[in-house]
């Protein structure tokens, strides 16, 4: 059975998750970047915290946590790998583990590359994907730990899952994400549209985080590595696709 996922703007470009089951009341958030947005959003609905899901280390990630446990004192679920750099963790898992959400089996990816040991949350059922800061929407997340090859690793396992897939991701970067992707120069007609949609959603305040899996296949440059136009507009034609996405975060990196 699907769940309801509701969205959570927190700090200045942060997104917070909600995943609801109406049937037991179950609730998990993921990722907590500050209590205040997401504590008023539980009281509102009237939601009980179940459980915690964390994607990475980074303050803006979990430093809402203890504030948040105060009133929900909740399962927080982190990546093994990073136990010793979360906050304490109630389940450490690593790539591949399953574990329950209301009936629904979430399984652990890890997508290492912005940090290591940064894991992402798949929800079969309701068809989401939570994944922090490795894919956002039109972009990816900064190399701060990890190399490109990790970085794309973990991008192509996520793009293995179902177009249909929601990708819940942990900023709102995509106007700027955007303008580099038209600096890339390969604007085919749905990336030219993603780009003026983008620009419609944001002047109207609106959200452009969830995406779906199907459209950022077709329009994030990271995900286009193996897109002989996009190979073209850089003059690597022919390059491994692994050495595309290389040469596309290092511009990203300086633009
Ligand atoms: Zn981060
Ligand atoms: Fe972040």
Redesign the pocket.
């Known amino acids: 059975m699907p769940h309801e996922i509701v969205t959570i703007p927190c700090l200045s470009d942060n997104y917070a998750f909600l995943i609801h089951d109406p049937t037991t009341g179950a609730t998990a958030l993921v990722d907590a970047p500050e209590p205040g947005p997401i504590l008023a959003e539980l009281k509102r609905r009237n939601w009980t915290l179940t459980h915690i899901l964390l994607t ?1 280390h ?1 303050w ?2 979990i430093d809402g946590l203890p504030d948040i446990l105060a009133t929900h004192p909740a399962k927080v679920i982190g990546a093994k790998a990073d136990a010793h750099r979360l906050p304490s963790l109630d389940l450490a898992v690593t790539e591949g583990e399953t574990f329950d959400f209301a009936g629904e089996p979430v399984s652990v990816l890890d997508v290492s590359g ?2 290591v040991g ?1 894991i992402a949350f798949h929800f079969p059922d309701t068809a989401a994907v939570f994944t ?2 490795s894919l956002m929407a039109m972009g990816c ?1 900064r190399l ?1 730990e990890g190399t490109p090859a990790q970085m794309f690793d973990s991008l192509t396992k996520l793009a293995a899952l179902p177009d249909e897939t929601t990708v819940c991701s ?1 900023h709102e970067y995509t106007t700027s994400n955007c303008a580099f992707a038209a600096s890339l120069g390969n604007n085919d007609a749905n990336v030219a549209k993603r780009i003026s949609d983008t620009a419609e959603m944001r002047a109207k305040g609106m959200a452009t985080v969830p995406s779906s899996l199907g459209l950022e296949k077709q329009t994030n440059p990271f995900l286009r590595s193996a897109d002989p136009a996009l190979q073209k507009a850089l003059g690597i034609q022919g390059a491994a696709p692994v050495d595309v996405f290389t040469e596309v975060r290092k511009q990203k990196d300086s633009f």
């Open positions: 990475h980074h803006d990630h912005h940090t940064h922090g800061d997340g701060f942990g």
